[in-house]
Protein backbone atom coordinates (compact mmCIF):
# COMPACT_ATOMS: atom_id res chain seq x y z
CA UNK A 1 0.00 0.00 0.00
CA UNK A 2 1.06 3.65 -1.17
CA UNK A 3 -0.92 6.41 0.23
CA UNK A 4 1.81 9.18 -0.17
CA UNK A 5 0.92 11.31 -3.45
CA UNK A 6 2.94 11.67 -5.93
CA UNK A 7 4.25 15.12 -5.86
CA UNK A 8 5.39 14.64 -2.03
CA UNK A 9 6.87 11.45 -2.74
CA UNK A 10 9.44 13.72 -5.00
CA UNK A 11 9.78 16.32 -2.61
CA UNK A 12 10.46 13.42 0.02
CA UNK A 13 13.33 11.89 -2.23
CA UNK A 14 14.70 14.92 -3.20
CA UNK A 15 15.19 15.86 0.19
CA UNK A 16 16.74 12.14 0.99
CA UNK A 17 18.96 13.06 -2.21
CA UNK A 18 20.32 16.23 -0.91
CA UNK A 19 21.75 14.90 1.87
CA UNK A 20 25.40 13.79 2.10
CA UNK A 21 26.26 10.15 0.94
CA UNK A 22 27.28 9.16 4.64
CA UNK A 23 24.20 10.49 5.91
CA UNK A 24 22.08 8.13 3.85
CA UNK A 25 24.58 5.02 4.67
CA UNK A 26 23.94 5.67 8.25
CA UNK A 27 20.07 6.22 8.45
CA UNK A 28 19.98 2.55 6.40
CA UNK A 29 22.38 1.39 9.06
CA UNK A 30 19.98 2.91 11.82
CA UNK A 31 16.87 1.57 10.11
CA UNK A 32 18.08 -1.87 9.81
CA UNK A 33 19.34 -1.82 13.37
CA UNK A 34 15.95 -1.13 14.54
CA UNK A 35 14.21 -3.96 12.19
CA UNK A 36 16.72 -6.40 13.44
CA UNK A 37 15.87 -5.19 16.97
CA UNK A 38 12.17 -5.52 16.05
CA UNK A 39 12.32 -9.11 14.41
CA UNK A 40 14.61 -10.23 17.46
CA UNK A 41 12.43 -9.26 19.78
CA UNK A 42 9.26 -11.13 18.33
CA UNK A 43 11.10 -14.62 18.75
CA UNK A 44 10.39 -16.80 21.50
CA UNK A 45 12.92 -17.19 24.38
CA UNK A 46 16.30 -19.16 24.44
CA UNK A 47 15.95 -20.24 20.88
CA UNK A 48 19.62 -21.54 20.01
CA UNK A 49 22.30 -19.27 18.36
CA UNK A 50 22.07 -21.10 15.32
CA UNK A 51 18.09 -20.99 15.32
CA UNK A 52 18.03 -17.11 16.16
CA UNK A 53 20.31 -16.66 13.10
CA UNK A 54 17.92 -18.48 10.81
CA UNK A 55 15.13 -17.07 12.05
CA UNK A 56 16.40 -13.63 11.72
CA UNK A 57 17.54 -14.41 8.10
CA UNK A 58 14.56 -15.70 6.57
CA UNK A 59 12.39 -12.77 8.27
CA UNK A 60 14.90 -10.52 6.92
CA UNK A 61 15.76 -11.87 3.70
CA UNK A 62 12.62 -13.63 2.79
CA UNK A 63 13.30 -15.68 -0.42
CA UNK A 64 16.49 -13.71 -1.38
CA UNK A 65 19.13 -15.71 0.08
CA UNK A 66 19.01 -19.65 0.73
CA UNK A 67 18.61 -19.67 4.08
CA UNK A 68 19.53 -23.30 4.61
CA UNK A 69 22.92 -22.60 2.77
CA UNK A 70 23.78 -19.62 5.15
CA UNK A 71 22.54 -22.08 8.29
CA UNK A 72 25.05 -25.05 6.55
CA UNK A 73 27.94 -22.37 6.08
CA UNK A 74 27.54 -21.03 10.61
CA UNK A 75 27.75 -24.77 11.23
CA UNK A 76 30.52 -25.59 9.39
CA UNK A 77 32.29 -22.31 10.46
CA UNK A 78 31.34 -23.82 14.03
CA UNK A 79 32.41 -27.28 13.41
CA UNK A 80 36.25 -26.42 12.29
CA UNK A 81 36.27 -23.55 15.69
CA UNK A 82 37.11 -26.94 17.71
Do not use: W
Not at 13 to 33: C, I, K, Q, T, Y
Not at 40 to 45: G, Q, T
Not at 50 to 60: A, D, G, N, S, V
Amino acid sequence: MNDTSPNIAVIFREHLLSRPGAERVEMGSRMFDVARTIALASFPPRLSEIETKRRLCQRLYGNEVNVEAYIEHLVQLKLTEY
